[in-house]
Antibody
Framework: DVKLVESGGGMVQPGGSLRLSCAAS????????MNWVRQAPGKGLEWVSY????????YYADFVKGRFTISRDSAKNSLYLQMNSLGDEDTALYYC?????????????WGQGTLVTVSS | DIQLTQSPSSVSASVGDRVTITCRAS??????LAWYQQKPGKAPKFLIY???SLQNGVPSRFSGSGSGTDFTLTISSLQPEDSATYYC?????????FGGGTKVEVK
């Protein structure tokens, strides 16, 4: 079975940084594109970033461009999100989600999420 | 960016009722539309892709239709376990976007 387990969330002060991780198992990680999707408390879903299976293509939502960096390590079956210059608006549950196919696509598997709280 | 507008924002229906949720895209997206179900405290569950293709294991009472800018998710016979929030998502182009969600309550 596909399993995605996020970690690295926590409380951080405005302007701070965090690095999220997603450990993947149950499938050939190197063959799939991956994403981060977030959900602010009581709000809807918001796509954050995409990385292709080989890591050569990356896309970001405008609201994180220049602040967040997505990366992957296929040797460790892991996906990462480096988040810098965090603001209150970044408070959310961050999900790791697998792309169904390459390129812009749907998310066919999701982790349980890791909570990021930005507060002074 | 492609905006997705879902309606209604919430619906309350009885067991056995037919429920229809609509999703309108701000520009044509062919059939690049997906639907998800999210229950409180849980991750979203992938239901439908390509506007009408049911993901493996999803009950056949769920169906999707549409193309271009107008799409629908239909639950043919509502069950108690269908109480959830449903989201549409366009897979046509980056940035990927979601609709605002429709909360379905089972009376």
């Amino acid at each position: 079975d596909v399993k995605l387990v996020e970690s690295g969330g926590g409380m951080v002060q405005p302007g701070g940084s965090l690095r999220l991780s997603c450990a993947a198992s149950g499938f050939t990680f190197s063959s799939y594109s991956m994403n981060w999707v977030r959900q602010a408390p009581g709000k809807g879903l918001e796509w954050v970033s995409y990385i292709s299976s080989g890591g050569d293509a990356r896309y970001y939502a405008d609201f994180v461009k220049g602040r967040f960096t997505i990366s992957r390590d296929s040797a460790k079956n892991s996906l990462y999100l480096q988040m810098n210059s965090l603001g209150d608006e970044d408070t959310a549950l961050y999900y790791c989600a697998r792309s169904r196919v390459g390129g812009p696509t749907e998310f066919d598997s999701w982790g349980q999420g890791t909570l990021v709280t930005v507060s002074s | 960016d492609i905006q997705l507008t879902q309606s209604p924002s919430s619906v309350s229906a009885s067991v056995g009722d037919r429920v229809t949720i609509t999703c309108r895209a701000s520009q044509g997206i062919s059939n690049w539309l997906a639907w998800y179900q999210q229950k409180p405290g849980k991750a979203p569950k992938f239901l439908i892709y390509g506007a009408s293709s049911l993901q493996n294991g999803v009950p056949s009472r769920f169906s999707g239709s549409g193309s271009g800018t107008d799409f629908t998710l239909t639950i043919s016979s509502l069950q108690p376990e269908d109480s959830a929030t449903y989201y549409c998502q366009q897979a046509n182009s980056f940035p990927l976007t979601f609709g605002g969600g429709t909360k379905v309550e089972v009376k």
